[in-house]
């Protein structure tokens, strides 16, 4: 029996940008914003993230790393960047993972660790009303 999905959270917006460096700056000098993360590293999803913080909720820049990385390809399309994925905090990633495949949604790849060290996976934006959808474990308290 299929727990139903428990909606959490909006926790990020992921933003592809071809440049960190720049984005940073304009989260900064335009939009005001006072807490920029350091960026770092994630080799086994192809990316280098940085995050933005807002008072409710953060944006995830992300940049290609690699030849290999899956954001050539939207970067290839959106040449200045945009809007790549929403990520929706959950309680258990292994009942929504469940659950969404009960749906018929298509589920990318098995739950592996995320930008914040909790277990994630992607849902494709054809099952999701056309948006990338990222579904998080949320940290648990004192992560
Ligand atoms: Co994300």
Redesign the pocket.
């Known amino acids: 029996m299929v727990k139903s999905m428990k909606l959490g959270r909006l926790?990020?917006?992921?933003v592809a940008t071809p440049s960190i460096a720049d984005s940073v700056r304009f989260y900064r000098d335009v939009m005001g914003a006072e807490v920029i993360r350091e960026p770092f590293d994630l080799p086994a999803q192809g990316v280098k993230?940085c995050f933005v913080d807002t008072p409710n909720s953060q944006i995830?820049l992300?940049e290609p790393l690699g030849e290999g990385s899956p954001i050539h390809g939207f970067l290839a399309k959106n040449p200045a960047g945009g809007q790549?994925?929403?990520?929706y905090e959950v309680p258990d990633i292994h009942e929504a993972k469940a659950w969404f495949e009960a749906k018929g949604a298509k589920v990318l790849g098995e739950p592996r660790i995320?930008?914040h060290g909790t277990l994630?996976f992607f849902v494709h934006p054809k099952d999701m009303g056309g948006v990338l959808t990222?579904i998080?474990e949320t940290p648990r308290e004192g992560h």
């Open positions: 926790n990020h917006v992921g993230v995830e992300i790549h994925h929403l990520c995320g930008a994630i990222e998080m």
